[in-house]
């Protein structure tokens, strides 16, 4: 079955900690791969995404996340968070190709950052 | 402005009436797609459109409908059906070219409350 899995349901971090959200999936064929951020009162919105060659991708914000094929992980960092990280994290992947559009998304990482 | 507009963003109804949510993109994306946001359980497919007049149940589509006689609009009926309507919904799209590698675009979702 088709899953994503995210590790950390609440995560709590003062700030210039850093920052690692876990998340792996199963998924079969090629895959794209998804972190979208939703911050307090605000639009869900893509941080970064995975579809082929380097894998270790860069997003908005200072946020990398990198895909390790053979462990079916992408994982989530940022070496120094502040403040403004606080928000709801998601982790997402779906097919490459023809009809297979729809999302699968994990249960999401809520992230406290004390300043 | 390209994007996606839902509204309203706060609703409420009171139980047993029917309410309809509305969503409007003019990002000219050909897919549309329903989710229910609540505490701790991710993202949940309702309905999904990839076409102009045709549309898919998602994974908890009970109590719900959808209509697709627009490519830009795609509203969502929460029908008295609905056991438990209270919920963030958030609607989403995608185009569905090529290299869309199917990342999803989000509105400012609706809160609705039936009392």
């Known amino acids: 079955a088709q899953s994503v899995s995210q590790h950390n349901h609440h995560v709590i971090l003062s700030e210039a900690a850093s920052l690692e959200l876990g998340c792996n999936y199963s998924?079969?064929?090629?895959?794209?791969l998804f972190w979208y951020v939703q911050y307090p009162g605000q639009h869900l919105q893509l941080l970064l995404k995975y579809f082929s060659g380097d894998p270790l991708v860069k997003g908005i914000k200072g946020f990398e996340a990198e895909f390790i094929k053979s462990k079916f992980s992408f994982n989530l960092r940022k070496p120094s968070v502040q403040w403004s990280d606080t928000a709801e994290y998601f982790c997402?992947?779906?097919?490459?190709?023809?009809?297979?559009?729809?999302?699968?998304w994990g249960l999401g990482t809520s992230l406290a950052v004390n300043p | 402005d390209g994007g996606i507009t839902q509204s309203p963003k706060y609703l409420f109804r009171k139980e047993g009436q029917n309410v309809t949510l509305s969503c409007e993109q003019n990002?000219?994306?050909?897919?549309m797609y329903w989710y229910r946001q609540d505490p701790g359980q991710g993202l949940r497919l309702i309905y999904y459109?990839?076409?102009?007049?045709?549309?898919q149940k998602g994974d908890i589509a009970e109590g719900y409908s959808v209509s697709r006689e627009k490519k830009e609009s795609f509203p969502l009926t929460v029908t008295s059906a609905q056991k438990n309507p209270t919920a963030f919904y958030l609607c989403?799209?995608?185009?569905?070219?090529?290299?869309?590698?199917?990342?999803?675009?989000f509105g400012p979702g609706t809160r609705l409350t039936v009392l």
């Open positions: 459109s990839q076409i102009v007049n045709d549309f």
């Open positions: 998924y079969g064929g090629t895959v794209n």
């Open positions: 989403a799209s995608t185009t569905t070219g090529l290299r869309s590698y199917n990342e999803q675009f």
């Open positions: 990002l000219n994306h050909d897919a």
């Open positions: 997402a992947v779906t097919g490459n190709a023809g009809n297979n559009r729809k999302l699968i």
